[in-house]
């Protein structure tokens, strides 16, 4: 089975600057796809960034981008210029690609706080 | 916004007794899922569908039982509810089987 790890349970950044949410994941499989998810204190969960194993480039979708290190199993989300809208929490998710019906993996998430 | 629309948002029911939440789709996935998330633990999957009739348990899955009859509903049950089911539990869909999720809006549930 997999398992995806935090090990950050909060972290803090002020506004405008850069932060890095670290995630590592442990698996025996080549072809996965990989995730974070944000929910703000409404609870709804917001996908922010997907990344395909078989790809090296590394995935960026505006402000957010991620360092993806396969042979490190190490998926790390970088937010650039961070907004007080960015206050949330993000997890990390693992999903299989080769008859993965079974739904995607978290981990325990990081609090992301926003210092104005 | 995929959609996906739990009902109820918020319930408080008492030990013992069964409590049915439902999760509706709009967007004809093949594929549901139900979470529960709690504090320290992340989400973890209850149970999932892969089709009409078509279901498996998940990691957390005693204690609950599901049922899938059309493909736009996706029931959880709760036979007969105990305190440590009190989460908050989602509803998640996906077109395919290895595919980002998409997730509704959550349903709260304490039970006493």
């Known amino acids: 089975a997999q398992t995806v790890t935090q090990s950050q349970p909060e972290m803090s950044v002020q506004e405008a600057e850069t932060v890095t949410l670290s995630c590592t994941y442990d698996?025996?499989?080549?072809?996965?796809?990989l995730f974070w998810y944000k929910q703000p204190p409404s609870r709804q969960m917001i996908l922010v960034i997907r990344q395909e194993a078989y790809k090296q480039q590394n995935a960026t979708e505006n402000r957010f981008s991620v360092n993806f290190q396969k042979a490190a199993k190490s998926f790390s989300l970088k937010i650039s210029d961070s907004q007080l809208g960015d206050a949330a929490m993000y997890f990390c998710a693992y999903r299989s690609v080769g008859g993965g019906a079974d739904g995607l993996t978290f981990g325990k998430g990081t609090h992301l706080i926003i210092q104005p | 916004d995929a959609g996906i629309t739990q009902s109820p948002r918020h319930k408080v029911t008492e030990t013992g007794t069964p409590v049915t939440l439902r999760c509706h789709q709009t967007?004809?996935?093949?594929?549901m899922y139900w979470y529960r998330q709690d504090p320290g633990h992340g989400l973890r999957l209850i149970h999932y569908?892969?089709?009409?009739?078509?279901?498996d348990k998940g990691e957390v899955s005693d204690g609950y039982s599901v049922s899938r009859s059309k493909t736009e509903d996706f029931l959880l049950t709760l036979e007969s509810a105990t305190s440590s089911q009190t989460s908050v539990y989602f509803c998640?869909?996906?077109?395919?089987?290895?595919?980002?999720?998409?997730f509704g809006q959550g349903t709260r549930l304490t039970v006493v």
């Open positions: 967007e004809n996935h093949r594929y």
């Open positions: 569908s892969y089709g009409v009739k078509d279901t």
């Open positions: 998640a869909i996906s077109e395919y089987g290895n595919t980002e999720a998409f």
């Open positions: 698996t025996s499989e080549s072809d996965y796809y």
